[in-house]
Antibody, heavy 120, light 110 residues
Framework: QVQLQESGPGLVKPSQTLSLTCTVS??????????WSWIRQHPGGGLEWIGY???????YFNPSLKSRVSISIDTSKSQFSLRVTSMTAADTALYYC????????????WGQGTPVTVSS | QSDLTQPASVSGSPGQSITISCTGT?????????VAWYQQHPGKAPKLIIS???SRPSGISDRFSGSNSGNTASLTISGLQAEDEADYYC??????????FGGGTKLTVL
């Protein structure tokens, strides 16, 4: 079955850049039919879609985060990654990587989530 | 602020039915059938319970059903059970090639 696992630092200083990686197993990250996505959830809050990437490298981002976010993919390692620049306390959240079906645009598989705190 | 509007909370007694609304615009909920619903229990990742407005993935109880009308999608849970107590989120594809979520609804089973 498809599994996704996030990895990265749990603590980031204000103004620094966050880098997270998601490792995919049980599915080919190179195959079409799905997008590889990042979604976050603020403490006690709702879900916020950050963006996603297709295996070809095409990316789509939440307009409110677009200026600070990038997503890349490494098909040889079956990984995709998130970078968020100029982190602030408002970026403190649980970050999920996820598999989104390309046709119907729903999340079929979620990682367990990795908490990120922005603090000096 | 979320792009799709959901009630903050709903409640019902065991055995009853409840409906959660998800209101957007004609550029998202009203313009596409790509509306999904997720259930999230505390400390867990969300779980897909409805896709494509009204389709249930394999293994999801038929007590869960979805529908839409105009710019509002709805999730109905019938025969409420204690285990249904959770947060529920809707999502929709939009005309700008992005996905948006609702703010979430906390369901309390009385």
């Amino acid at each position: 079955q498809v599994q996704l696992q996030e990895s990265g630092p749990g603590l980031v200083k204000p103004s620094q850049t966050l880098s997270l990686t998601c490792t995919v197993s049980g599915d080919s990250i190179s195959s079409g039919g799905c997008y590889w996505s990042w979604i976050r959830q603020h403490p006690g809050g709702g879900l916020e879609w950050i963006g996603y990437i297709y295996h070809s490298g095409s990316t789509y981002f939440n307009p409110s985060l677009k200026s600070r976010v990038s997503i890349s993919i490494d098909t040889s390692k079956s990984q995709f990654s998130l970078r968020v620049t100029s982190m602030t306390a408002a970026d403190t959240a649980l970050y999920y990587c996820a598999r989104v079906t390309a046709a119907e645009q729903f999340v079929s598989h979620w990682g367990q989530g990795t908490p990120v705190t922005v603090s000096s | 602020q979320s792009d799709l509007t959901q009630p903050a909370s709903v409640s019902g007694s065991p055995g009853q039915s409840i409906t959660i609304s998800c209101t957007g615009t004609n550029t998202d909920v009203g313009g596409y059938t790509y509306v999904a619903w997720y259930q999230q229990h505390p400390g867990k990742a969300p779980k897909l319970i409805i896709s494509d407005v009204s389709s249930r993935p394999s293994g999801i109880s038929d007590r869960f059903s979805g529908s839409n009308s105009g710019n509002t999608a709805s999730l109905t849970i019938s025969g409420l059970q204690a285990e249904d107590e959770a947060d529920y989120y809707c999502s929709s594809y939009t005309n700008t090639d992005v996905v948006v979520f609702g703010g979430g609804t906390k369901l309390t089973v009385l």
